[in-house]
């Protein structure tokens, strides 16, 4: 009886081990735009291994300073990603781009080419490699902070790409007085964004550069979005500018603010809240 047991729980073990951890590939594949390898992981629902069906995909970006395994090791909650794989049979691709890129096609800097590297190699790379739904019906991209920047900004650019975007305490303005930080962050930052785009506007009306600047591109297009910010964060006063931009633009988008600070537990505790409107548009 006892040996029959702990067969058992071996047997056990090994299934939760397969179904939260066995899901999640890192990958790393040439890049053309950015004349390189680079990597990113892919979480796939347990169903894929099980039918020969077509899955969508939610592109999910991480933030300055992060790379494609952020999404995976530093959430509150270590099975997320898996868990929302299986609970909306959807394929998540989380890629990997330079410290404050901002996932901009740099006009100076040749390294600088991830508006190109995601839209044009990793989405290639996605949909040949893998069983996906490889069309803008079944895409969505997201993402925290510096990655929300750039869910709104590839969406609003390519809305033949995307049926939705997500920003999570997105920068929604890449100019740094809007920012509750110190002067001297809000200077390095500055500095980071002249060396990558050189002179650029600020003020209205806004450079293309900067999420604010493509109000006139949302009211053209039809990808839904979610924005959400915590209430203590420093980048609020941004998230505020492009939820009121978007009202007076007559843009329809999903605007929520919730207690918490710029980090991960509040990056884990909304990541779920796009997932399920991700779904509902979808399944419309």
Known sequence: MSSIRI?????????????????????????????REVSYAITFPDSYYKTNADYP???????????????????????L??????????????PEVAPYSYYYDSPIMDSVRYESYITMDLIKEIDEKY??????????????????????TLSAKHPDLFFAAGSMSGVMNIDTRGWDID?????????????????????APFSPYTAVGFIEKMKENDVKMIIDCGTEDFLLGTNR?????????????????????????????????????????LRK
């Open 183 to 203: 002067e001297k962050r809000k200077d390095l930052r500055k500095k980071q964004q002249k060396e990558m785009l050189g002179e650029i506007n600020y003020d």
């Open 57 to 79: 995909v939610v592109y999910l970006l991480h933030g300055a300073g992060g790379n494609y395994s952020n999404w995976h090791k530093s959430v509150k909650k270590p099975s």
């Open 241 to 281: 500018q492009m939820h009121q931009l978007l009202l007076e633009a007559g843009v329809a988008h999903d605007y929520i603010e919730r207690p918490g600070a710029h980090n991960w537990g509040y990056w884990t505790n909304s990541l779920p809240y796009h997932f399920l409107f991700f779904n509902e548009h």
């Open 131 to 152: 069983r996906t739904i490889a069309s803008k019906g079944g895409r969505a991209i997201t993402g925290l902070s510096m990655g929300g920047h750039g869910a709104i």
């Open 81 to 94: 990603l898996p868990d929302l794989a299986n609970t909306y049979e959807m394929v998540i691709v989380t």
């Open 7 to 35: 067969n058992i729980f071996i047997a056990l073990l090994l299934a939760f081990v397969n179904s939260t951890f066995a899901q999640v590939d890192t990958v790393k594949h040439y890049s053309k735009s950015l004349n």
